[in-house]
T-cell receptor, first 116, second 113 residues
Framework: GPKVLQIPSHQIIDMGQMVTLNCDPV?????FYWYKQILGQQMEFLVN????????KSKLFKDQFSVERPDGSYFTLKIQPTALEDSAVYFC??????????????FGEGSKLTVL | GNSVTQMQGQVTLSEEEFLFINCTYS??????LFWYVQYPGEGPQLLLK?????NKGSSRGFEATYDKGTTSFHLQKASVQESDSAVYYC????????????FGKGTHLHVLP
């Protein structure tokens, strides 16, 4: 089936550094999402993105977070600067339709971020 | 507000036993309801979805009925296998002007051989 690719699969950085997580969504999809999952806990919505804009973001999407998808390339999540509480697995997802149109989300395998 | 409640954090069964995972939701309007499954080291993947109230969805022996009266979407399977061991998420898709889906906390199913 359709695949979402996430790079890197694992990254370890020092607190205060910048990190960029990359997502290659399904090729014809239009909606993009980031979710955060702390080990053993639930999936928490961060942000969704459509037509070059953030449509909605949660309280977890702090000012240090940003997303973009320049010219149809990777959909990226940038954290600058990072904090200890940012340690988690970040899942990218994409869908052809939005949730309003009952769109199914396709998830990547996650990028595990460890902030020391 | 919009929320999904899964009371069971973990369920342990033996093979061929009956599975029941509880899910209730709260929202306005007419949501789409999903069950996603997450295997170790992978992202969640769609198990089944139901878009219309009082309809039932099914896949790979799992089934769930969208009950608008009780605002529930419980997951069932008549006979589980060890390969069904995973985390199961009940998920709400809103049909308002937002473009996100809301996950429940997940239920970790452990099936003993």
């Amino acid at each position: 089936g359709p695949k979402v690719l996430q790079i890197p699969s694992h990254q370890i950085i020092d607190m205060g550094q910048m990190v960029t997580l990359n997502c290659d969504p399904v090729s014809n999809h239009l909606y993009f999402y980031w979710y955060k999952q702390i080990l053993g806990q639930q999936m928490e919505f961060l942000v969704n993105f459509y037509n070059g804009k953030v449509m909605e973001k949660s309280k977890l999407f702090k000012d240090q977070f940003s997303v973009e998808r320049p010219d149809g390339s990777y959909f990226t999540l940038k954290i600058q600067p990072t904090a200890l509480e940012d340690s988690a697995v970040y899942f990218c997802a994409s869908s052809l339709e939005g949730a309003r149109n009952t769109g199914q989300l396709y998830f990547g395998e996650g990028s595990k971020l460890t902030v020391l | 507000g919009n929320s999904v409640t899964q009371m069971q954090g973990q369920v342990t069964l033996s093979e061929e036993e009956f599975l029941f995972i509880n899910c209730t939701y709260s929202t306005t309007g007419y949501p789409t309801l999903f069950w996603y499954v997450q295997y170790p080291g992978e992202g969640p993947q769609l198990l089944l979805k139901v878009t219309t109230a009082n309809n039932k969805g099914s896949s790979r022996g799992f089934e769930a009925t969208y009950d608008k009266g009780t605002t529930s979407f419980h997951l069932q399977k008549a006979s589980v296998q060890e390969s069904d061991s995973a985390v199961y998420y009940c998920v709400l898709g809103r049909d308002t002007n937002a473009y996100k889906v809301i996950f429940g906390k997940g239920t970790h199913l452990h099936v003993l051989p």
